[in-house]
């Protein structure tokens, strides 16, 4: 990271207990430097054996992931660069809509058979990373399953996890795979309008759809991280964690441009 970057990542960081008088021992590590090694698995897509020498040893940095992890510190850390984001683009930190898709990736030998399956319409062996984003394509929340779960079974899980988390959202936008019982359900149940955004029938070849093309852009921020390229993790709230360090990234990064 830049000097102005780690200006933007060190405000953004929770603060450790022991800090705060909640006790428990200072860490003895630099968080910079934690930080930096993290950010750069994810993105050149090495194993934890491989760190270079000029980062801490690799069982310090993933002891410290893990613990993040764990913790949920990583998710409010990627949760609090969010709303700088949307502050700094005119917006409540609160968001009121949001899109819903699904991306299935192959998934490699490290990834148990309990977790992993087929997606029969993508011809994919693997997990299916399910996300949900809002207008700017910033992630609100995300869910990563065996390939074979259908969006639809899928939605159910992540619409209750955006309500709970985002209670003012109150539209959500998707695709032809969340019709059926899933629109009525979150009318209901949820209190939120999810509308489909179907493609035209005598549109042959690509077209941008409303609305849909912002949570593929967000796919294509992410697949800019190689650990992403496919799923290599043993367990799925590990995905979900790497997912969430590359957004951090691309947030990061974007208000490190701003504040120039």
Known sequence: MSDAEWAVVRDAMPAPGWLEGRGGQPESYCHRQMVDAVRYLVAGGITWRAMPADFPAWDRVYAFFRRWRDKGLTAEFHDRLRDRVRRAAGRDPEPTAGIIDAQSVKAAASVPGATRGFDGGKK?????????????????????????????????????????????VTRVWADGGYT?????????????????????????????????????????????????????????????????????????????????
Do not use: C
């Open 124 to 168: 994919v062996n693997g997990r299916k990373r399910h996300i949900v984003v809002d207008t700017l394509g910033l992630l609100l929340t995300v869910m990563v399953t065996a390939a074979s779960v259908t969006d639809r079974e899928a939605g159910q899980t992540l619409l209750a996890r955006l309500r709970e988390r985002h209670w003012r």
């Open 180 to 260: 059926g019982r899933l629109v009525n359900l979150a009318r209901d149940a949820l209190r939120i309008a999810l509308t489909v955004v179907r493609r035209s029938d005598d549109t042959s070849g690509f077209t941008v759809l409303p609305k849909r093309w912002l949570v593929e852009r967000t796919f294509a921020w992410l697949m800019h991280s190689r650990r992403l390229a496919r799923d290599y993790e043993t367990r799925t709230d590990t995905s979900e964690a790497v997912i969430k360090w590359a957004m951090s990234t691309v947030m990061s990064r974007r208000l490190a441009r701003q504040a120039r």
